[in-house]
């Protein structure tokens, strides 16, 4: 983890730490990580450092959460640095998916012949007309992509004869 915090970040963050430990009283316990408490924007100082140097080329929030938790510690800083990541406009343009896209499972079969293989769909509720149509009839062949378009009722059976 490499981070280039300035010197008066640093000098502001043991600041904060110091007046922290004033206000509580320890009983024997140990401090593992630097808490950081609620203190002006210093938080979204400290997740923009990481985040946007020269360094680290911006990182997605689970990479940078491990980082930051290394070192630091606040309520929610889980969903503090994923807010934060989320609205940086440069991660969401450039970001990579690491994974192959899905595809069909099986490929579709192309057909060999005009109208041997088509597709049927029906367009229902439109208005009556005064033959009393109110549903339309698209019937496409996937070869050649025609379309035939028959007007029906949506009352008519649909057994075929």
């Not at 929030?61 to 406009?89: F, G």
Request: positive net charge; charged residues 25%.
């Amino acid at each position: 983890l490499v981070m280039t915090i300035g010197l008066d970040l640093l000098r502001q963050n043991l600041n904060v730490q110091t007046e922290a430990r004033k206000t509580r009283e320890h009983q024997g316990g140990r401090c593992w990580r630097s808490g950081l408490p609620y203190y002006g924007d210093l938080r979204t100082v400290i997740l923009h450092e990481p985040h946007k140097s020269k360094y680290s080329i911006h990182p997605s929030s689970d990479k940078m959460y491990q980082d930051m938790k290394k070192l630091y510690w606040w309520p929610n800083i889980k969903a503090d640095t994923a807010t934060y990541v989320s609205k940086c406009l440069t991660y969401v343009k450039v970001k990579t998916e690491h994974q192959k896209p899905s595809g069909l499972l099986v490929p579709p079969k192309i057909p060999e012949w005009k109208w041997d293989n088509i597709t049927m769909d029906f367009v229902t509720k439109l208005p009556k007309l005064s033959q009393g149509y109110d549903t339309i009839w698209v019937v496409v062949d996937r070869l050649t992509k025609s379309a035939i378009f028959a007007p029906i009722r949506e009352t008519d059976p649909m057994e075929y004869t």
